[in-house]
């Protein structure tokens, strides 16, 4: 049981450029979620859905896009990369949105030079 | 101020000592979860709590609702038990947008 599967694991990209970050879960949760985690800040909540075809904004959204096509699969994108972007970015997912655990990703290190 | 407060920021001890790290939330909460990350490593849930306790292994969480206050214990503390501790509440009311997250206490355990 693979749980929360996030690709890739590491990557650098140059200022302007463009990556999506895959999160896939198999565990059929309805909730997905995209945080970014800086130093000495909690993480914090980029984009969630609630389900297939669904995306809301969350605290700090600007200068990402998200999809959820799939009900497994939940993509993050960075359009035009800054150096403010650089941060562990990290999936979860849940059964519930609330009364339930969430299910963490091992995250993706992404540095913008 | 930060709805999620948690102390020690970094924290020190020898093998076998009794941990604690404390969790204090100024909103109102459905649940609260206490996470661990390893250095390196992902995030896994440890417990979710509404009231009251539970234990698990070597590890307690206990809640306050009234006091809006909750802890974490690790009795006989181990080196593998280093790692960042996160408390995170979901806020009551506050629809599907996940959890609220303290910065987390950086545990290290000395053999």
């Keep these: 049981n693979a749980g929360v599967t996030q690709t890739p694991k590491f990557r650098v990209l140059k200022t302007g450029q463009s990556m999506t970050l895959l999160c896939a879960q198999d565990m059929n949760h309805e909730y997905m979620y995209w945080y970014r985690q800086d130093p000495g800040m909690g993480l914090r909540l980029i984009h969630y859905s ?3 075809g669904t995306t809301a904004k969350g605290e700090v959204p ?3 896009n998200v999809s959820r096509l799939k009900k497994q699969n ?3 994108g960075l359009e035009s990369a800054a150096p403010s972007q650089t941060s562990v970015y990290f999936c979860a997912s849940s059964h519930e949105w609330q009364g339930t655990e969430a299910f963490f990703g091992q995250g993706t290190r992404l540095t913008v030079v | 101020k930060n709805e999620v407060e948690q ?7 020898q ?3 009794f941990i604690t790290i404390n969790c204090s939330y100024s909103v109102g909460i459905s649940a609260l979860h206490w996470l661990q990350q390893h250095p390196g490593g992902g995030i896994v849930s440890l417990f979710m709590l509404s009231s009251g306790k539970k234990k698990h292994g070597r590890l307690i ?3 306050n609702i009234q006091e809006k206050h909750s802890s974490l214990h690790i009795t006989a503390s181990h080196p ?3 790692a960042v501790y996160i408390c995170a509440v979901r806020r009551s009311g506050g629809g599907a947008d996940g959890l609220t997250f303290g910065k987390g206490t950086h545990l290290i355990i000395q053999p």
């Design chain 1, 62 to 64: 600007d200068g990402y």
């Design chain 1, 74 to 76: 939940f993509l993050l």
């Design chain 2, 80 to 82: 593998r038990d280093s």
């Design chain 2, 7 to 13: 102390s020690p920021q970094n924290l020190t001890a």
């Design chain 1, 50 to 52: 609630v389900g297939e």
């Design chain 2, 61 to 63: 969480a206990t809640i």
């Design chain 2, 15 to 17: 093998e076998g000592e």
